[in-house]
């Protein structure tokens, strides 16, 4: 009987040890009952990050392939690309949420094809940020869609 306290007891212990800032495991699709690594979540928005997609309730958005759709979050601040032109605003976040002050850019004529204006709207309707795994995701104001980054650092 004290060999099993003894295990009861170590295992609860080692339960008490693990980290508290990792991702759950995940189930890998690809190989049925295997189990991914996990990873440190993130713990703020910052860094250097290419739009990808952005989900609305009508319809999935790709980012266009021509043109650079770029956002580097730092302390206090934020700048990137919009298709061919630099922007720059104020960022805001918290724990959760997410936000933009006006958004400054640049008016050079970009080719057609492109959706810099539609990238800084979704930009400017900015509310809660996500990660999944090294994923950005920005979920915009008045559930009218969510923003997906990935890291290019």
Known sequence: MP????????????GGCAPKDTVPPAVDSAAPGAVAATQPLPTSPVGSWRWVSVVTPVETIQAPTTGQYTLIIDDSTANGVAD???????????????SFGPIA?????????????????????????????????????????TMRFVRTE
Do not use: H
């Open 105 to 145: 850019t640049t008016k050079m004529g970009c080719p057609p094809g492109g959706m810099g204006d539609r990238y800084l709207k979704f930009l400017g309707g900015a509310a809660v940020w996500f990660f999944r795994t090294d994923t950005l995701f920005v979920d915009l104001m008045a559930d009218s869609g």
């Open 3 to 14: 060999r099993i306290s003894s295990v009861v007891i170590f295992a609860s212990v080692l």
């Open 84 to 98: 061919c032109n630099r922007l720059m605003s104020k960022a805001t976040w918290t724990e959760t949420q997410l």
